[in-house]
């Protein structure tokens, strides 16, 4: 890879997680405001009712759909890359098509069903008709994921982005003035009206991309769209299992200690990996499409990897730091003073996160290489490996020890996959990716030291000095990348 290349492909990183960043930011603020507002005009019950609804319906979706929003655009990506105008037609049609089938098929699952639904939800049959009519808001949410895995693999990050923006606000303006007049009458109408919403915005930014016109048979487009679906059932069977094992282990852990300590693990697990996590997701949304490209191509996938890791580590290391000094702050903030006694917790699990950022660039090689067998015992190991790691350390250690439990998980499964990379697909990683690392771990541990087990005011200055050191680094790295 070239010099101008490589600070190509920093910058596409790098603009990639401020635009999806900032536009998951406008997704959470929008949820807050409609969660806030719901709670004032429905109270508990329609908040209930709500979440009653949504679980069950992504329950179905995550049955019915195949995995088809993340496995799709593997293919797409590759097609688009080889610049064959008629293998793209042919491979949007599919995608479109084959999202039309699980959209109509999770929808005549919901009304088949829609009275054991109610009876299994609500514990009685007076929500047949919401789940009737909500079969709707599924289908338009399969064909909107199909629009959206389209975008994505043809590299049209930024009119993804807006099409999510425009879709949260809108949606946040329509459903409102439902639920303010209708209360509770208001919540189905609001469901499928948001559905709706979201699936016009990013249809019309995806009819925007020329593409020829093409003729496939059923036959045809059963055939090509198969090892798609292979592939998303194996993703969808271990969000299943990861799904499945943390309930196990909340059951648990509720039995166990009770609802307090689910509270506190719960608050503090959302920290760690929802709001640190959007840098993930942000990243992720460009990445997939970017590797799975050059998926065939040894060399390039390991610079790929390595271009990756090290700008995530760069993104992360400010964060992590600034998380540790105000983490008591920010717990303030988002709860209560009750909650400060997951700082623990938080602390050890924030240091998990460098390590799961390496993992997870490396992760994606599987899915770009379509390898779903691989991938489902990989993650299979990893949540039976987090599952028995959080049981054995709470025992010991508590709360904290869930933290230190999550760290150890992502170190192990860190390991796991540069052995699986470097021996089973014989990739080389740059040495510029290991020295980042170091420098990044050399930074952050005694900032987490500091913070945790400091208890004068100059080892908080000390920690702050580090963390203002942590951030010029950053900076400076990204730069020089960026106009090398």
């Known amino acids: 890879m070239s010099e101008k290349e490589s600070v190509s492909t920093y910058r596409r990183i790098v603009k990639a997680t401020g635009l999806f960043g900032g ?79 699980v959209g109509l098929f999770g929808a005549v699952t919901v009304l088949s069903f829609s009275s054991l639904l109610s009876r299994w939800t609500f514990g009685n049959e007076q929500y047949i008709w919401g789940f009737v009519w909500l079969s709707c808001a599924l289908l338009f949410n399969a064909l909107s994921s199909g629009e959206q895995a389209l975008l994505q693999g043809l590299g049209r990050m930024k009119v993804l982005a807006k099409s999510s923006v425009w879709g949260a606000v809108v949606a946040l303006l329509l459903s409102l003035p439902m639920y303010y007049f209708w209360r509770i009458e208001g919540i189905v109408p609001s469901l499928i009206l948001t559905a709706l919403t979201s699936l016009f915005f990013t249809w019309i930014y995806s009819r925007r991309t020329p593409v020829q016109k093409t003729e496939l048979s059923v036959s045809e487009t059963w055939r090509k769209g198969k090892p798609m679906a292979r592939l998303g059932i194996y993703m969808t069977v271990s969000s299943f299992i990861t799904t499945l094992l943390n309930y196990f282990f909340i059951a648990w852990l509720n039995s166990r200690s009770g609802t307090a300590d689910v509270g506190y693990y719960t608050a503090g697990f959302t920290l760690v990996t929802r709001y640190v996590g959007l840098v993930f997701t942000a990243m992720g949304t460009e990445y997939y499409p970017r590797l799975a490209a050059v998926g065939d191509n040894r060399k390039l996938v390991g610079i790929q990897v390595s271009r990756q890791a090290e700008a995530s580590l760069l993104i992360l290391l400010p964060i992590i730091c600034v998380f540790l000094v105000c983490q008591s702050w920010i717990i303030r903030i988002l709860y209560t003073v009750d909650f400060l006694q997951i700082e623990g917790y938080t602390s050890w699990a924030i240091l998990g996160v460098l390590f799961k950022a390496v993992s997870w660039t490396m992760g994606f090689v599987l899915l770009a290489k379509g390898a779903g067998r691989i991938f489902l015992f990989t993650e299979f190991l990893s949540d039976t490996t987090s599952f028995a790691l959080n049981i054995i350390a709470y025992m010991f250690w508590g709360l904290e020890g869930i933290g230190v439990a999550y760290l150890i998980n992502f170190f192990l499964y860190g390991i796991g996959m540069w052995l699986l990379c470097r021996i089973y697909y014989r990739l080389c990683f740059e040495k510029s990716l290991y020295k980042v690392l170091g420098t990044v771990l050399s930074l952050c541990i005694p900032v987490f030291l500091l913070c945790r087990y400091g208890i004068s005011k100059n080892t908080v200055l000390l920690a702050v000095i580090l963390t203002l050191v942590s951030i010029g680094y950053s900076v400076l790295q990204l730069k020089k990348k960026l106009d090398y």
Do not use: H, P
């Open 23 to 101: 536009a998951q930011v406008v997704g959470i603020l929008c949820s807050v405001v409609k969660a806030k507002l719901i709670a004032i005009w429905l109270g508990a019950e329609g908040v209930g009712i709500i979440g009653l609804y949504n679980t069950a319906l992504e329950m179905i979706t995550s049955v019915t759909g195949l995995g088809l929003r993340q496995s799709t655009v593997r293919d797409v990506s590759k097609v688009a890359s080889e610049k064959d105008g008629r293998k793209l037609s042919e491979i949007i049609l599919v995608v479109r098509r084959w999202s039309w089938f």
